[in-house]
């Protein structure tokens, strides 16, 4: 594989770096103390609930309490550097202060989606074995059955309202406790916190801990997070992000975003920070810019971000297709579009042009989307401010290169499909005690993405579809998305997935499941439709009519279940 | 009835219920409400134009005497009452153009109210009691402005203020279910089963009605449950009133039977309605999928 030529580095602009060499951080204890110092008393964290209540945290004092925390976990709990701790939380005060004692700890960070059932949290734990665990209440009655033989010796227990004043607080545990009944009594035993914080407070004070100490052996290609990925299709693998990847992931990542002005911006996290995407950008982008990062414990319904932009001045905010697509049909986002807003990003899921252009429609302005994998920090392309293109996940980010290659790691041809390799300071250190997999995917220095993507002549570049779902018809390739964009035009069509099912003839044959709308819709309709739009070999032999299809717990068509239906069927033939 | 302590201690408990509503809103909610208008005349022709009417129907056709045919009426062209703004809060409806409807028909109400039972009763010389009128627009007005001031100060002290004004109109509306009927036993069985009807019928017509102008003229459902609220639910307070200042002893008691009785049943109506609103409303919201990602 060879270093392909860069024609988007024309695209930059004067205020893009084509190259961030260097971290301007070693570690991300470094990062936070650093910024801490700078930006003060200014207000870094506020968590707004979906009533307005709110908590707000400043710069100096998430240092401090993740100091103290960082503290805790060494002094008190015995962590020794490298060891893993998790987190499972949803956006709130608690997460920052948890994370950065983390990091500062030199330990290693492990985020766990706090939607997981008790079975997977089970195989994550076992496979990141952590030493301790911060968990918020409200998922702590699922402790027990995850740690059954294999118990995490620390377990520390947060709630959603942690930091919030007082009042406020005590109203939020009574509802949830009362109310919504979400917080249940807790089975294993646990510290607080707030306990805990205050035990790593009491440690500093006595025994005079220099606490950035913790982190002085700490080199940058130490892992930092082990991120774990690939959940939904086989057996999640832990990504290890080191200290570089993350800093110069979040570093390429604003370099992108020149609109953004360090101490004076106001981001939205509406996404869980527990994601890599929400991570770097949000999280370590927003922290480090100086900005007051607004914190959405819960983006469900979509009303609970209402009071979230009545009360603060949203300058930024990132999000997914969903989100956008969601907020675009709310009356009173429709009433009253974000004024200070300069930007949106949108990553994690394919942002749709019509989603994108209607976004721009309503608050006049961009919404950028990039695109990335949690094995690469996760950031890898991003659309420039002020030259996007439609349907695009933009150009690679600074010190990025990407690549479009054949089966044997060879680019093809400008203009031509081929699978998105990528190579950058972002690309992680392997997967977690998997080498097998890592050798998979990282090759000759060049990370394999598994998408099949296609580069203009500047250098966009575009996502045709997964690798693994595209169907090969008598040798040619069809990637469903195509089919099912085409399908997704029909009137009579409410929704569809494309598969490939074995042919004796054509060695595979497209087969499309299809939702219908209409009542009356045919077979002979949907293939005709098809015909006048698709190339023949694209055109779906087998359709099959059904009321639902399946789906994974964020909405997205599992083809691998229908491909999985459909191989058993045959068997059973 | 009611006496004098009661009467302040429910005024009180309304200013605290609507410093609670006011810390929702927003100077933009009132500014969105009043650049579309369009939702503000509709609230007007309803509650002028379609109440008086439901009532000379009911008045007409159910042949009530004439004295509660008269009571009945006067119920039917009063204002919006301030309880329509409570209702269309927790049937998360628009509250900013609840207060802007209820403030524009008392208002109006003014020479409205004479004019409409004017056209229905002929020639009718009621008195309109000026003093009631600014009462119900101070009591609503200025815990509001109040409630949005402080929200204005601190999202928190709003969002606790919310939360109390909220709890205290929960019991405000158990209160006023429960405790009327013991406390008018013996009116309620002397009234006779037309009256019964007419009192509580008004209000889910007028609910009914309401709601249906709404959709007809493509509100959005948020703004068509806050029409129809308002529709239904009649100052009643204000037409006692009008009723004590207007008639003489015997007569009197007969004319504020319908008001007396609808007081009661509407609280219960609105509730059942605004149950049915919360409903559909989730059922309509936007489905987001677990997790965003």
Known sequence: MTENDRPWVAFYGPDIRAEIETAAYRTLGDLIRSVADTYGSAPAFTACMPNGMNGTLSFAQVDELSDAFAVYLREVAGLQKGDRVAVQMPNG???????????????????????????????????AEPHALVIVDMFADKI???????????????????????????????????????????????????????????????????????????????????????????????????????????EQTLEMIPALERGKEVGLTALPLYHIFAFTVNLLGLYRLGARNILIPSPRPLTNLKRAFENYKITWMSGVNTLFNGLSREIW??????????????GGMALQVAVATRWQEITGKPLLQGYGLTETSPVLSFNPVGKTRDGSIGVPVPSTRMACVDDNGIPVAQGERGEIAAKGPQVMKGYWQRPDATEEVLKGGWFLTGDIGVMDADG????????????????????????????????????????????????????????????????????????????????????????????????????????????????SE | MVGPLEQALLAAMIFVIMLGMGASLTPRDFWFALRRPYGLAIGVVSQYGFMPFIGFVMAVTLDLPEAIALGLLIVSCMPGGTTSNIFTYFSKGNLALSVLMTVTSTVFGVFLIPLVLLVYASALDLEIPRDNIIATLVILLVPVVIGMVLRKISANVGAVTEFFGSVLAIVFIAFIAISWVPRNWQFLMTTEPSTYFAAIM??????????????????????????????????????????????????????????????????????????????ANTAAEQKMPDSLL
């Open chain 1, 93 to 127: 005060l608690s997460f920052p202060v948890a994370a950065f004692g983390i990091l500062k700890a030199g330990c290693v960070l492990v985020n766990v989606n706090p939607l997981y059932t008790a079975e997977e949290m089970a195989r994550q734990f076992q496979d």
């Open chain 1, 144 to 250: 027990a059955e995850a740690t059954r033989g294999h118990p995490i010796p620390n377990i520390i227990v947060t709630r959603v309202a942690e930091f919030l004043p007082s009042l406020p607080r005590g109203i939020i545990g009574l509802v949830q406790k009362h109310w919504d009944r979400s917080v249940k009594p807790i089975e294993v035993p646990h510290i607080r916190f707030s306990q805990a914080i205050r035990a790593g407070r009491a440690h500093r004070d006595r025994d005079r801990i220099e606490v950035a100490l913790y982190d002085k052996d700490v080199a940058p290609d130490d892992i930092a997070c082990l991120q774990y990925t690939g959940g939904t299709t086989g057996v999640a693998k832990g990504a290890m992000l080191t200290h570089a990847n993350l800093i110069l992931n979040m």
């Open chain 1, 460 to 571: 966009y570049f575009y996502i045709v579809d997964r690798k693994k779902d595209m169907v090969v018809v008598s040798g040619f390739n069809v990637y469903p998305n195509e089919v099912e964009d085409c399908l997704s035009q029909h009137p009579g069509i409410l929704e569809s997935a494309v598969i490939g099912v074995p042919n004796e003839s054509t060695g595979e044959a497209v087969k499309a499941f299809v939702v219908p709308k209409d009542p009356g819709l045919s077979v002979e309709d949907i293939r005709s439709h098809c015909k006048a739009h698709l190339t023949a070999y694209k055109v779906p032999r087998l359709v099959e009519f059904r009321d639902t299809l399946p789906k994974s717990n964020v909405g997205k068509i599992l083809r691998k279940d229908l491909r999985a239906q459909e191989s058993q069927d045959q068997a």
């Open chain 2, 202 to 279: 008004l209000g889910v017509f007028g609910i009914l009605i309401g709601y249906g102008f709404a959709k007809l003229l493509r509100l959005h459902p948020r703004n068509a449950r806050t029409v129809a609220l308002e529709t239904g639910i009649q100052n009643a307070p204000l037409a006692v009133a009008i009723i004590v200042l207007t008639f003489p002893g015997e007569e009197q008691q007969s004319i504020i039977a319908v008001g007396a009785l609808y007081s009661m049943f509407i609280v219960m109506t609105s509730t059942a309605f605004t149950l049915a609103f919360r409903r």
């Open chain 1, 333 to 346: 986002f429709l009433d009253s579009p974000p004024k200070h807003l300069k930007l949106a990003s949108a």
